[in-house]
T-cell receptor, first 109, second 117 residues
Framework: GQQVMQIPQYQHVQEGEDFTTYCNSSTTLSNIQWYKQRPGGHPVFLIQLVKSGEVKKQKRLTFQFGEAKKNSSLHITATQTTDVGTYFCAVPSPQGLSFGAGTTVTVRA | ETGVTQTPRHLVMGMTNKKSLKCEQHLGHNAMYWYKQSAKKPLELMFVYSLEERVENNSVPSRFSPECPNSSHLFLHLHTLQPEDSALYLC????????????????FGSGTRLTVV
């Protein structure tokens, strides 16, 4: 299926700071989705990006789709303890969604 | 109940046992999926049922057998598993728009934590 690389694998953030996680593909994507999985929980759909250069915001979260539709980023501002978890990007494959390895975020209070 | 419900939440089974995982979605979706989530590995797509028809996935061992009796229910039958099959098994559903191919987000269940001893 479709392969996507997510970096970094781990992100340790001081509370109040910003951070960004990236998702990269070697091929052009039709769309990309982002999910969040809290510790001990299950993935929860956050957003979908479809258009080249698209930017969408959800409160402190900003999602961006690259102009070439080969990469995407999730930027979180003023990180809070509630942001702890693993963030996955997911892209379509012939059978279903193919997920990246995820970025696991921990927050230092 | 709302969303996607999975039972049991936890399961411990021996390598010679036969067990089944159950998934039920109350969202009216037309596609259901089984994913495997192991430690330090990405989510692995195991099986897809789209409009109640199974999409083949030849990479999954035959000791895993899916069943989709209707659009709301999905089972994963397990037999003669190996310890490396221990993982979180997640069910998901989505509404596929086959005409426009516009994708929608997946709704996941809480998962079954499986331990094979």
């Amino acid at each position: 299926g479709q392969q996507v690389m997510q970096i970094p694998q781990y992100q340790h953030v001081q509370e109040g700071e910003d951070f960004t996680t990236y998702c990269n593909s070697s091929t052009t994507l039709s769309n990309i989705q982002w999910y969040k999985q809290r510790p001990g929980g299950h993935p929860v759909f956050l957003i979908q990006l479809v258009k080249s250069g698209e930017v969408k915001k959800q409160k402190r979260l900003t999602f961006q789709f690259g102009e070439a539709k080969k990469n995407s980023s999730l930027h979180i501002t003023a990180t809070q303890t509630t942001d702890v978890g693993t963030y996955f990007c997911a892209v379509p494959s012939p059978q279903g969604l193919s997920f990246g390895a995820g970025t696991t975020v921990t927050v230092r209070a | 109940e709302t969303g996607v419900t999975q039972t049991p939440r936890h399961l411990v089974m021996g390598m010679t046992n036969k067990k089944s995982l159950k998934c039920e979605q109350h969202l009216g979706h037309n596609a259901m999926y089984w994913y495997k989530q192991s430690a330090k590995k990405p989510l692995e797509l195991m099986f897809v049922y789209s409009l109640e028809e199974r999409v083949e996935n030849n990479s999954v061992p035959s000791r895993f057998s899916p069943e989709c009796p209707n659009s709301s229910h999905l089972f994963l039958h397990l037999h003669t598993l190996q310890p490396e099959d221990s993982a979180l098994y997640l069910c998901a559903s989505s509404q596929e728009d086959y005409g426009q191919r516009q994708p929608y987000g997946y709704t996941f269940g809480s998962g079954t934590r499986l331990t094979v001893v």
